[in-house]
């Protein structure tokens, strides 16, 4: 399951078009597992396999749901109002 909330995180990088260097890319996405990691596991396990994408659209349509750390996070990269 980790491999799936880094590959959400790394969705959440190309979605902001963001082209940062490689370890500001790589701080991006520890900051990402650490925030959203309990809330890609209790909301979105099922899209697992499906594609960072969808992973990403459960996430958003969880809004009201997510940790504090996750919607902060996703708020700071721009993908979540």
Do not use: H, W, Y
Request: aromatic share 4%; charged share 20%.
């Amino acid at each position: 399951m980790r491999l799936s909330v880094l590959s959400a995180t790394l969705a959440l990088i190309v979605v902001t078009g963001s082209f940062a260097p490689a370890s500001a890319q790589d701080d991006v996405r520890r900051r990402g597992d650490i925030a959203c990691k309990t809330s890609s596991n209790q909301l979105c396990s099922k899209f697992f396999g499906q594609g960072d994408m969808a992973i990403l659209a459960c996430l958003q349509q969880n809004k009201a749901r997510l940790a504090s750390s996750c919607r902060k996070f996703l708020t700071e990269i721009g993908q979540l109002n």
